[in-house]
Protein backbone atom coordinates (compact mmCIF):
# COMPACT_ATOMS: atom_id res chain seq x y z
CA UNK A 1 0.00 0.00 0.00
CA UNK A 2 1.27 3.81 -0.72
CA UNK A 3 3.68 4.68 1.64
CA UNK A 4 2.09 8.05 2.40
CA UNK A 5 -0.08 5.47 5.01
CA UNK A 6 1.98 4.58 6.79
CA UNK A 7 2.62 1.00 7.34
CA UNK A 8 -0.09 -0.90 6.31
CA UNK A 9 0.00 -4.35 4.90
CA UNK A 10 -1.03 -4.57 1.51
CA UNK A 11 -3.56 -7.81 2.49
CA UNK A 12 -5.85 -5.35 4.65
CA UNK A 13 -8.24 -4.67 2.01
CA UNK A 14 -8.92 -8.49 1.17
CA UNK A 15 -9.00 -9.23 5.04
CA UNK A 16 -11.67 -6.92 5.68
CA UNK A 17 -13.60 -7.28 2.52
CA UNK A 18 -13.88 -10.98 3.65
CA UNK A 19 -14.63 -9.87 7.48
CA UNK A 20 -17.74 -7.51 6.10
CA UNK A 21 -18.98 -9.48 3.52
CA UNK A 22 -20.23 -12.06 6.20
CA UNK A 23 -21.75 -9.01 8.38
CA UNK A 24 -23.57 -8.44 4.86
CA UNK A 25 -25.03 -11.96 4.82
CA UNK A 26 -25.81 -11.64 8.46
CA UNK A 27 -26.87 -8.12 9.02
CA UNK A 28 -27.74 -5.83 5.62
CA UNK A 29 -28.31 -3.42 7.60
CA UNK A 30 -25.56 -3.37 10.27
CA UNK A 31 -22.74 -3.74 7.53
CA UNK A 32 -24.52 -0.60 5.47
CA UNK A 33 -24.21 1.46 8.99
CA UNK A 34 -20.49 0.10 9.15
CA UNK A 35 -19.53 1.29 5.80
CA UNK A 36 -21.07 4.58 6.19
CA UNK A 37 -19.13 4.71 9.74
CA UNK A 38 -15.94 4.05 8.57
CA UNK A 39 -16.23 6.41 5.82
CA UNK A 40 -17.50 9.77 8.09
CA UNK A 41 -15.09 8.35 10.87
CA UNK A 42 -11.82 8.82 8.23
CA UNK A 43 -13.71 12.59 7.50
CA UNK A 44 -13.79 13.87 10.78
CA UNK A 45 -10.56 12.54 11.70
CA UNK A 46 -9.47 14.28 8.73
CA UNK A 47 -11.17 17.68 10.06
CA UNK A 48 -9.46 17.71 12.92
CA UNK A 49 -5.91 17.53 11.26
CA UNK A 50 -4.74 13.63 12.12
CA UNK A 51 -2.27 12.55 9.89
CA UNK A 52 -3.02 9.70 6.77
CA UNK A 53 -2.29 7.04 8.92
CA UNK A 54 -4.40 8.09 11.50
CA UNK A 55 -7.26 9.02 9.51
CA UNK A 56 -7.18 4.62 7.93
CA UNK A 57 -7.09 3.81 11.52
CA UNK A 58 -10.34 5.66 12.20
CA UNK A 59 -12.14 4.73 9.12
CA UNK A 60 -11.38 0.99 9.89
CA UNK A 61 -12.02 0.93 13.07
CA UNK A 62 -15.14 2.63 12.22
CA UNK A 63 -15.68 0.08 9.81
CA UNK A 64 -15.49 -2.36 11.90
CA UNK A 65 -17.10 -1.07 15.18
CA UNK A 66 -19.92 -3.17 14.86
CA UNK A 67 -19.11 -6.00 13.10
CA UNK A 68 -19.48 -8.12 16.57
CA UNK A 69 -22.69 -7.99 15.99
CA UNK A 70 -22.82 -10.64 13.81
CA UNK A 71 -22.46 -12.63 17.21
CA UNK A 72 -25.82 -11.15 18.55
CA UNK A 73 -29.43 -12.65 17.71
CA UNK A 74 -31.34 -10.84 14.96
CA UNK A 75 -34.31 -10.93 17.08
CA UNK A 76 -32.48 -8.34 19.69
CA UNK A 77 -30.59 -6.43 16.49
CA UNK A 78 -34.27 -5.89 14.90
CA UNK A 79 -36.41 -5.59 17.85
CA UNK A 80 -38.94 -2.93 17.47
CA UNK A 81 -39.18 -2.28 21.27
CA UNK A 82 -37.28 -1.69 24.63
CA UNK A 83 -34.85 -4.48 25.03
CA UNK A 84 -34.94 -5.87 28.38
CA UNK A 85 -32.16 -5.93 30.86
CA UNK A 86 -30.60 -9.82 29.56
CA UNK A 87 -30.86 -8.49 26.06
CA UNK A 88 -29.62 -5.20 27.14
CA UNK A 89 -26.89 -7.51 28.52
CA UNK A 90 -26.46 -9.00 24.92
CA UNK A 91 -25.92 -5.85 23.17
CA UNK A 92 -23.38 -4.08 25.01
CA UNK A 93 -21.15 -6.81 24.70
CA UNK A 94 -20.84 -6.21 20.85
CA UNK A 95 -17.91 -4.17 21.33
CA UNK A 96 -15.91 -7.04 22.76
CA UNK A 97 -17.04 -9.44 20.07
CA UNK A 98 -16.09 -6.85 17.85
CA UNK A 99 -12.35 -6.55 19.49
CA UNK A 100 -12.34 -10.43 19.40
CA UNK A 101 -12.77 -10.86 15.48
CA UNK A 102 -9.82 -8.53 14.56
CA UNK A 103 -7.74 -9.35 17.42
CA UNK A 104 -6.35 -12.30 15.54
CA UNK A 105 -4.70 -10.01 12.75
CA UNK A 106 -3.01 -7.53 15.58
CA UNK A 107 -0.06 -9.51 14.97
CA UNK A 108 0.47 -6.55 12.67
CA UNK A 109 0.52 -2.82 14.74
CA UNK A 110 -2.40 -1.10 11.81
CA UNK A 111 -4.87 -3.77 12.95
CA UNK A 112 -3.59 -3.49 16.87
CA UNK A 113 -4.00 0.44 16.25
CA UNK A 114 -7.38 -0.74 15.93
CA UNK A 115 -8.35 -2.42 19.03
CA UNK A 116 -8.98 0.73 21.07
CA UNK A 117 -11.32 2.54 19.04
CA UNK A 118 -13.24 -0.77 18.04
CA UNK A 119 -13.67 -1.61 21.95
CA UNK A 120 -14.08 1.15 23.35
CA UNK A 121 -16.90 3.47 20.82
CA UNK A 122 -19.83 3.33 23.95
CA UNK A 123 -17.37 5.06 26.50
CA UNK A 124 -18.82 8.21 27.42
CA UNK A 125 -16.97 11.06 28.61
CA UNK A 126 -18.37 10.86 31.83
CA UNK A 127 -17.59 7.50 32.92
CA UNK A 128 -20.77 5.93 32.03
CA UNK A 129 -20.36 3.71 29.00
CA UNK A 130 -19.11 0.83 28.42
CA UNK A 131 -17.79 -1.52 28.87
CA UNK A 132 -14.46 -0.49 30.53
CA UNK A 133 -16.46 3.09 32.24
CA UNK A 134 -13.78 5.60 31.15
CA UNK A 135 -14.13 8.38 30.92
CA UNK A 136 -12.51 12.12 29.80
CA UNK A 137 -9.57 11.55 27.91
CA UNK A 138 -9.01 8.11 29.39
CA UNK A 139 -11.44 7.56 26.14
CA UNK A 140 -9.38 6.69 23.27
CA UNK A 141 -9.69 9.59 20.38
CA UNK A 142 -10.52 7.47 18.01
CA UNK A 143 -13.14 5.89 20.42
CA UNK A 144 -14.53 9.18 20.69
CA UNK A 145 -14.49 10.55 17.57
CA UNK A 146 -16.26 7.20 16.10
CA UNK A 147 -19.10 7.66 19.34
CA UNK A 148 -20.07 11.02 17.33
CA UNK A 149 -20.30 10.10 13.68
CA UNK A 150 -21.94 6.71 14.87
CA UNK A 151 -25.09 8.67 17.05
CA UNK A 152 -25.60 10.92 13.98
CA UNK A 153 -25.63 8.06 11.58
CA UNK A 154 -28.09 5.60 14.02
CA UNK A 155 -30.09 8.65 14.34
CA UNK A 156 -30.04 9.76 11.33
CA UNK A 157 -31.67 6.25 10.12
CA UNK A 158 -34.94 5.26 9.22
CA UNK A 159 -35.91 1.56 10.68
CA UNK A 160 -39.28 -0.74 9.81
CA UNK A 161 -39.96 0.48 13.47
CA UNK A 162 -39.52 4.30 13.13
CA UNK A 163 -38.54 7.12 10.95
CA UNK A 164 -35.12 8.96 10.88
CA UNK A 165 -34.56 12.30 12.35
CA UNK A 166 -33.35 15.32 10.35
CA UNK A 167 -30.19 16.86 11.15
CA UNK A 168 -31.00 19.40 12.60
CA UNK A 169 -32.78 17.67 15.52
CA UNK A 170 -29.61 15.27 15.80
CA UNK A 171 -27.05 18.63 15.72
CA UNK A 172 -29.24 19.51 18.47
CA UNK A 173 -29.27 16.41 20.39
CA UNK A 174 -25.20 16.20 19.72
CA UNK A 175 -24.58 19.66 21.09
CA UNK A 176 -27.09 18.60 24.11
CA UNK A 177 -24.74 15.89 25.17
CA UNK A 178 -21.08 17.57 24.29
CA UNK A 179 -19.64 17.16 27.32
CA UNK A 180 -21.28 14.52 29.09
CA UNK A 181 -21.67 11.84 26.41
CA UNK A 182 -19.30 13.19 23.93
CA UNK A 183 -16.31 15.22 23.26
CA UNK A 184 -17.24 18.53 23.39
CA UNK A 185 -14.41 19.40 20.54
CA UNK A 186 -15.57 16.94 18.14
CA UNK A 187 -19.14 17.47 18.10
CA UNK A 188 -18.13 21.10 17.71
CA UNK A 189 -15.65 19.66 14.38
CA UNK A 190 -18.38 17.60 13.35
CA UNK A 191 -21.02 20.23 13.30
CA UNK A 192 -18.67 22.93 11.45
CA UNK A 193 -18.05 20.23 8.35
CA UNK A 194 -20.52 17.51 8.45
CA UNK A 195 -23.02 19.44 5.88
CA UNK A 196 -19.49 20.16 3.47
CA UNK A 197 -19.35 16.27 3.21
CA UNK A 198 -22.15 15.47 1.04
CA UNK A 199 -20.59 18.08 -1.90
CA UNK A 200 -17.02 16.35 -1.35
CA UNK A 201 -18.53 13.07 -3.37
CA UNK A 202 -16.76 9.43 -1.99
CA UNK A 203 -12.89 9.17 -1.48
CA UNK A 204 -12.28 6.20 -4.34
CA UNK A 205 -9.43 5.20 -1.62
CA UNK A 206 -11.97 4.10 1.06
CA UNK A 207 -13.15 0.83 1.39
CA UNK A 208 -16.64 1.87 1.61
CA UNK A 209 -16.19 2.92 -2.11
CA UNK A 210 -14.45 -0.30 -2.87
CA UNK A 211 -16.88 -2.24 -1.22
CA UNK A 212 -19.54 -0.65 -3.15
CA UNK A 213 -17.73 -1.19 -6.86
CA UNK A 214 -17.33 -4.91 -5.96
CA UNK A 215 -20.41 -5.90 -4.65
Known amino acids: MSAKW ?12 SLMQSLKLVDPVTYAHCCRVGEMSRKLARDIGL ?18 KIGIPQSIIAKPGKLDAE ?8 SMLSESIITPFAHHKFFADLLPGVRGHHERI ?50 RC ?38
Not at 139 to 164: C, F, H, K, N, W
Open 51 to 68: GEYEQKVAEFAGLFHDIG
Open 178 to 215: AGTQFDSQLVKEFLQTHKTWAQQGSDPETLHHILNKVA
Open 126 to 175: DGTGYPDKKRGDEVPLIARLILVVDTYDAMSETRAYRQGLSDDVIYKELN
Open 6 to 17: GDIPAWTYEAAQ
Open 87 to 94: EYALMQGH
